[in-house]
């Protein structure tokens, strides 16, 4: 007999989400996330993945995939610590610490689960976790699971860290203490201050840890942003995802070997979870095999953004700060800016509007993910729908 309790509980619920306008119907894509998708029979230039190299549908890809499967079978059979360590995880965490230039990596199922698993191993209620306002949903829900105490830095803000790590450190109240951060930031395409972060972690003797989901395959020609600045010997955990620019799915941390040696034997998800397939390993390797042989994609991807950029910008549109691909094309009025993505949806671009509580009130905005993927004429055409669509709305003149 199904619970009436649940029952009510769901519906309520989900009534006043929908009243509110805050139920999120999903969208399904007919066939590959490309540089042009399909929903509901309709083609539509795709600006709203985080496939920023193009490789999820990569033929090189698919290939070693499919050859996996043939050799290896489709699943991984067990967890990773009971006989779910196959030979092709060994060689991809050993190519992922080749690639951030660290002794090792551990790779999980997901950049979630990866943020979940990893800052809980190492952190608990004697601990005390420094974390940026703008971190990722998976790292703030890492730091509440290791039940350390949670102190929230203003957004980059070095003069506010360096002032609450003081008061951390001087307080005598923690063993350890931790200042973890986004490498990038998803939304505005902001790049974090690492070499600050590094300077105050130095300065208290802090252990650090980046998130480098957006900047992995972006930054630093593609070895991601602690590469970019040169702070490989500095940040304890690189941490990183397999699910955007590498364009499969999973995550790891890549760090000194005896992080990853306690992570392999204290991470519940790697004790507990079924390790990753062996198609999605493979795939994985081969995908930074290419990134380390060659920046091409990367540079494409650049060039993409900085074209998409100035096409908006010349427009009028107001494209915030970003310091990478990723281009937010600001609206403010929440309302106008679902109505944006609505009205671009109906020409030909699925770019997603991004409105509060996810970006402060007032400063809504349609964010583009440009890609390595899609060609000049793909931009064109977006820019053209942007300009048309801006035109009628009475948003840019
Ligand atoms: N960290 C950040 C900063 C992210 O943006 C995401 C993905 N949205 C994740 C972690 C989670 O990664 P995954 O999608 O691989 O689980």
Not at 182 to 208: H, N, Q, R, W, Y
Not at 221 to 229: I, L, S, W, Y
Not at 339 to 361: D, Q
Request: hydrophobic residues 35%; glycine residues 10%.
């Amino acid at each position: 007999m199904p619970s009436d309790t649940l029952d009510q509980f769901l519906n309520e619920n989900l009534q006043e989400l929908k009243d509110q306008g805050l139920y999120n119907e999903i969208e399904v894509v007919e066939g590959a996330n490309g540089p042009k998708i399909t929903i509901k029979g309709k083609e539509l230039i795709n600006l709203s993945s985080n496939n920023y190299l193009g490789l999820a549908t990569d033929d090189r890809l698919k290939e070693v995939a499919k050859q996996h499967v043939e050799s290896h079978g489709v699943g991984a059979g067990a967890v990773r610590t009971i006989n779910g360590t196959l030979d092709v995880h060994v060689e991809l965490e050993e190519k992922i610490a080749e690639f951030k230039g660290t002794e090792a990596a551990i790779a999980y199922t997901s950049g979630f689960n990866c943020n979940m698993a990893a800052i809980s191993a190492v952190m608990d209620k004697n601990d005390a976790i420094l974390s940026d306002e703008l971190n990722h949903a998976s790292i703030i829900d890492g730091c509440r699971l290791s039940k350390a105490k949670i102190i929230r830095f203003n957004h980059s803000d070095m003069e506010d860290l360096r002032q609450k790590a003081k008061e951390a450190k001087e307080s005598g109240q923690f063993n350890k203490i931790m200042i973890i951060t986004d490498g990038v930031f998803s939304m505005d395409g902001d790049v974090a201050d690492l070499p600050g972060i590094v300077e105050i972690a130095k300065e208290f003797d802090l252990i650090t840890y980046v998130d480098d989901a957006h900047g992995s395959g972006v930054m630093g020609k593609g070895a991601g942003t602690v590469k970019h600045f040169g702070l490989q010997d500095e940040i304890d955990f690189q941490m990183g995802t397999l699910s955007k620019a590498i364009g499969v799915v999973g995550g790891y941390v890549a760090g000194k070997q005896n992080l990853i040696d306690w992570l392999k034997v204290r991470s519940r998800p790697f004790l507990f979870s079924t390790s990753l397939s062996p198609a999605d390993v493979t795939a994985c390797t081969k995908a930074i095999d290419l990134l380390m042989e060659s920046t091409e994609l990367h540079d494409r991807l650049w060039e993409n953004g900085n074209y998409l950029k100035e096409g908006l910008k010349n427009l009028g549109f107001d494209i915030g700060e970003s310091e990478t691909p990723i281009t937010p094309c600001i609206i403010g009025d929440e309302k106008t800016t679902q109505e944006f993505s609505k009205r671009l949806y109906e020409e030909g671009v699925y770019a997603k509007s991004i409105v509060f509580p996810t970006v402060p009130r007032g400063t809504g905005r349609v964010r583009n993910m440009p890609t390595a993927a899609h060609t000049k004429e793909m931009l064109d055409e977006a820019i053209s729908i942007y300009e048309k669509v801006g035109k009628d709305m009475g948003i840019i003149q």
